[in-house]
Every structure is written in C-alpha cells, then in structure tokens.
C-alpha cells in the first residue's frame, strides 16, 4: 500500500463547477495534512492546511479530514480555467517529513 | 523578500561528472528539503536536514550528497554514481517542530538533463 495515494486523473469539470479532489494515506500517526498547487514546469505552492477533523474554507477552497477514515480532500467552487493544474496531497508522518502523493491532475474546461 | 533561491534554474551534466546544486533561504528556517520529480510523477524526498551540521537520508539518497554547514544554505551534489539524474529537483524548508511549522515553502525548482 503507498503512503499517500490520490486518483492521478485527469479528472476534467467544466468552468464554474464543483471540483473534488481526494486523497488517503496509512500513516496514523500524521498531525498535519496539506494541499499544493502545481503548474506544469513550476514549483509546487501552498493552497490549504487542516489539522482537525472536519472542514475548513478558504475562498473558493475548502478541505475536509477524517483521521478515522485516514481520507483528505479538497472541494474547488466555481471552478476556473486557471484552476488547471495538479494538486498534491501531503500528509506530515510522525518525524515531521511531508509525504507526497502523485497528484490529481484537474482539467477545468471553459 | 524572504524566500527561498534555487540555483541554477538550468543545469545540464556531462556523463561522469558531479553537479552541484545551490538552495539558499532567508526564511529562518531550521528544516531543508530536496526532492527530485521526474515528469509526471509526485515529489521523492532525497536528504532532509532538521538542524544545521545534520542530516538524513531520504528515500532515494543514493547517488546524492548534501551538507548543511550554515542554517541558511543546503546545496545538493548529484554524483556520478547517480545512473539517471535528469529531472527536476526543489529545494524547501520549514519552520519544523510545532504541528504548523511542518508547512513546507518551495524554492522554484533547478532542471538537471544528463548530455
């Protein structure tokens, strides 16, 4: 079983949809959980953390936990073009480290 | 501006040679980070450093070398032991050691092609 697994896509939505993105992980011990942005070429960048269990919004951004159900996922409202991108999972095991998964590519089409 | 700099942004390797990569961050942070991606792939942890003059192995070390002299610097050498070294590598760090401070910032990656 891989650390972090996520569906690699692409998952394609239309402009102004609801985008869902989903990722599970094994480690039990993990405290933080933490979504990145990824164009093509660049660096990853921070979109959202969540530590509790339950939702937490940002904007058009929310994040969902359930450490019993070692589940993440991260809702995109209103979905843009330039929304498109991969989006990478990573919880923080025990030692701290950031464990990635591949990442979902979402294609948002207008 | 507080960041984190990656340099070069380009790099290219002649067979047998080692390579070294520079990541600096005036971000006071005391963790460090080197991933490689290759394309199409999620992030693989090579080295980590917590705390300056350590460091540990991640999962793919073999074929890399790190040190971390000075808080603010943790440059990665890419040796000629690494048999495919191509790919694109990101420097990060972290506050470390509180729940929060395990947020991870991204330099803005060096490419590394093997001629």
């Known amino acids: 079983q891989k650390e972090v697994e996520q569906n690699s896509g692409p998952l394609s939505v239309p402009e102004g949809a609801i985008a869902s993105l989903n990722c599970t992980y094994s480690?039990?011990?993990?405290?933080?959980f933490f979504w990145y942005r990824q164009y093509s070429g660049k660096s990853p960048e921070l979109i959202m953390s969540?530590?509790?269990?339950g939702d937490k919004e940002d904007g058009r951004f929310t994040a969902q936990l359930n450490k019993a159900s070692q589940y993440v996922s991260l809702l995109i409202r209103d979905s843009q073009p330039s929304d498109s991108a991969t989006y990478l999972c990573?919880?923080?095991?025990?030692?701290?480290?950031?464990?990635f998964g591949q990442g979902t590519t979402l294609q948002v089409k207008p | 501006d507080g960041g984190i700099t990656q340099s070069p942004k380009y790099l290219f390797r002649k067979e047998g040679q080692n390579v070294t990569l520079s990541c600096e961050q005036n971000?006071?942070?005391?963790?460090m980070y080197w991933y490689r991606q290759d394309p199409g792939q999620g992030l693989r942890l090579i080295y980590y450093?917590?705390?300056?003059?350590?460091?540990q192995k991640g999962d793919i070390a073999e074929g890399y070398s790190v040190s971390r002299e000075k808080k603010e610097s943790f440059p990665l050498t890419v040796t000629s032991a690494q048999k495919n070294p191509t790919a694109f590598y990101l420097c990060?760090?972290?506050?470390?050691?509180?729940?929060?401070?395990?947020?991870?910032?991204f330099g803005e990656g060096s490419w590394l092609t093997v001629v």
């Open positions: 990060a760090s972290s506050a470390y050691g509180t729940v929060s401070g395990n947020t991870i910032y």
């Open positions: 480690d039990r011990g993990s405290q933080s």
């Open positions: 969540i530590y509790s269990n």
């Open positions: 990573a919880p923080s095991g025990n030692t701290g480290k950031l464990i």
């Open positions: 971000l006071n942070h005391d963790a």
């Open positions: 450093s917590q705390i300056v003059n350590d460091f």
